[in-house]
């Protein structure tokens, strides 16, 4: 894959994700960067990806990028744990333009939160399988001891808007009750989905317990990017956001409300060809 640079401060930033988790970052980042233009993809016909190979996810992480492509982006945000894990390295490589993941940020949030150096993550399994923020949290802090859980059922659940009642707690108390144990201070929500499920998370966590949204993080972390190569966008005026999702635009309106924080507009269907 192969891609010439993108002159036009004007142009807009790409953001993908598996699904409409990745709003959570993409509304965070245009929060702070509101002259800015994004193309967000959600890859919503593949959803999750959580729960695929390490080889099937970089093949639709590069498909993702590739798409974003045709919309001449300046920058790329890969506003999923999972595909960040698996693909940020191999795109950096591929892509002559900056590209951003989310687990760095989050990892940096986590080491500026802790008081007692103890951490936990959450994620996907591909995301723990991967051990992305154990590597990354130790190269920060070496010192820290990392506790890490996968939580497959999250997502699904996060995707149907099923945020509360007692299916939800049973769930969350049958994954998180392990590290309830481990005397953490900290805990990472490894996965852009999860941000929806944070009043159950902390409820079973506890209170004195912080949870850290690698949201906030990326979009200082793109904002820092745009700066350094300087290629921020010189209008005055408020950015646009054009979505694309590979499945049901209707769905993705219905569920994406939840995590965009109001009504999505400009929403088109695409097809990825792999």
């Keep these: ?3 010439s640079p993108v002159n036009n401060h004007d142009a807009p930033i790409g953001i993908f994700d598996s699904g409409v988790g990745g ?8 929060r702070q960067l509101p002259r800015e233009h994004f193309v967000y993809l959600g890859d919503t016909a593949r959803v999750p990806y959580g729960s695929k190979s390490q080889s099937t996810i970089l093949c639709y992480a590069r498909a993702c990028a590739r798409l974003l492509l045709e919309h001449d982006i300046k920058a790329l945000v890969i506003a999923c744990n999972t595909a960040t894990a698996y693909a940020l390295e191999a795109l950096q490589e591929e892509l002559s333009i900056p590209v951003i993941g989310v ?3 989050g990892a940096l949030a986590a080491v500026k939160h802790t008081q007692r150096g103890k951490v936990g993550v959450i994620g996907t399994r591909a995301l723990i399988t991967s051990r992305a923020y154990e590597q990354i949290l130790a190269s920060l802090a070496p010192d820290l001891s990392v506790f890490t859980q996968a939580c497959p059922l999250f997502v699904p659940f996060a995707e149907e808007g099923w945020t509360e009642g007692k299916a939800i707690h049973a769930v969350a108390h049958q994954y998180l009750e392990g590290l309830t144990k481990k005397n953490i201070d900290t805990l990472v929500l490894g996965c852009t989905h999860y941000p929806l499920l944070r009043q159950v998370i902390q409820e079973v966590m506890g209170p004195e317990v912080v949870l850290v949204d690698s949201a906030e993080e990326t979009a200082k972390a793109v904002a820092a990017v745009l700066e350094v190569k300087q290629i921020q966008n010189s209008s005055s005026a408020e950015g646009k956001t054009l979505f694309l999702v590979t499945d049901s635009p209707e769905t993705f309106a219905y569920t994406g409300e939840k995590f965009w924080g109001a009504a999505l507009k400009s929403i088109q269907w ?5």
């Design 23 to 30: 709003l959570t970052v993409c509304r965070q980042i245009a």
């Design 103 to 105: 687990v760095e940020p």
């Design 270 to 274: 695409t097809d990825i060809c792999l």
């Design 1 to 3: 894959m192969t891609h």
